[in-house]
């Protein structure tokens, strides 16, 4: 019998491997076999046309990025966008998220979801240039409207200033209804009867949001707050197209560092110690922001 029941067990064991097994391939093939071949990259000179490894070189690039003034101006400009866009992008999110579990129509309160989730699903390029001509100084909507409201036009993405900022405005344009939709679902999976209880209580709105409401979405808050943050990091599309890391680098990026150094000057090494050094990174934060974010509610 025991032998039966082994023998069971082991052929569905086979069976549940075959049905992961085509996603086993394919995040092996696009994911988990780049990012070896990146980290080992970074240790070796590479030839441009055939790929294959020549020179071990160790950590000299490693030494070489970390050298360069340029890398570290792109950290501390990503810095300031996460800064601008991430607390924003969340903070809207959820504002946005309890407005539309107040909406008792159902169909509406998916309707008006699905259009805040409508930017993510579009693409970053074209998002960017429609952005880089309402933006535009000389012709852009912004300030066509700015000028009608008697208010001076603005440099946007064209001024060192400004750059940082304006990009921001797009990343939250594009992240908000992701952050919403996410709140969304875990608001409406709160049991009613905690906000009853408390309203029985005699509880204010604000203390049922703060004790009651806030807490229980402590598990959505951590995951949108890592996903910003590693969104933000690895930006690099709308930089691209919008601003190509100028004016003056003022809007350079970590990626779009890497981007140059991989495909203008086929410094391969290079682009793939900063590619190593950014998933060390954003792995720590994460790492350390669920630790700090992350706690057991209780009631």
């Keep these: 019998m025991n032998d039966i029941r082994k023998h ?16 086993l391939i394919y995040f092996t093939i ?23 490894l020549s020179k071990y070189e160790g950590l000299n690039f490693y030494k070489t ?3 360069d003034l340029l890398f570290w101006r792109s950290i501390k400009n990503v810095s300031l966008l996460i800064a601008f866009s991430v607390p924003i992008t969340i903070g809207l999110g959820l504002f946005v998220a309890l407005l539309l579990d107040r909406i ?11 259009l805040y989730f409508l930017p993510l699903a579009a693409s970053l390029v074209a998002a960017a240039l429609i952005w880089d001509w309402l933006l535009n100084p000389v012709y852009g909507l912004v300030n066509s409207v700015l000028a009608i409201l008697r208010i001076p036009g603005q440099k946007w993405l064209t001024d060192p200033s400004q750059v940082i900022p304006s ?8 992240r908000i209804g992701f952050d919403a939709v996410i709140f969304l679902a875990g608001l409406q999976a709160i049991p009613h009867e905690y906000l009853e209880a408390a309203k029985i209580d005699g509880a204010s709105s604000r203390s049922i949001f703060l004790h009651v409401t806030l807490p229980l979405l402590n598990p959505q ?40 150094k ?6 391969f090494g290079e682009a ?19 630790k700090f974010l992350r706690r057991t509610i209780e009631y």
Excluded: C, H
């Design 272 to 290: 793939s110690a900063v590619g190593v050094f950014l998933f060390i990174v954003v792995l720590g934060i994460s790492i350390v922001q669920r």
């Design 65 to 67: 990025v970390f050298n």
């Design 262 to 267: 991989a495909f203008t000057w086929f410094n």
């Design 30 to 52: 696009l994911y988990f076999y780049p990012a070896f071949r990146t980290f080992l990259i970074s240790f070796y000179k590479v030839d441009p046309m055939s790929g294959a």
């Design 167 to 174: 990009l921001a405005i797009i990343s939250i344009w594009q």
């Design 221 to 260: 808050i951590v995951m949108v707050s890592v996903l910003e943050l590693i969104f933000g990091f690895k930006i690099f599309d709308q930089v691209f197209v919008a601003t190509r890391g100028g004016p003056a680098n003022t809007s350079l990026v970590p990626v779009l560092y890497l981007y140059d």
């Design 8 to 23: 069971k067990l082991k052929r569905e064991g086979y069976i549940g491997f075959l049905f992961i097994l085509p996603a």
């Design 104 to 114: 008792p129509n159902l169909k509406l309160r998916n309707t008006l979801s699905l």
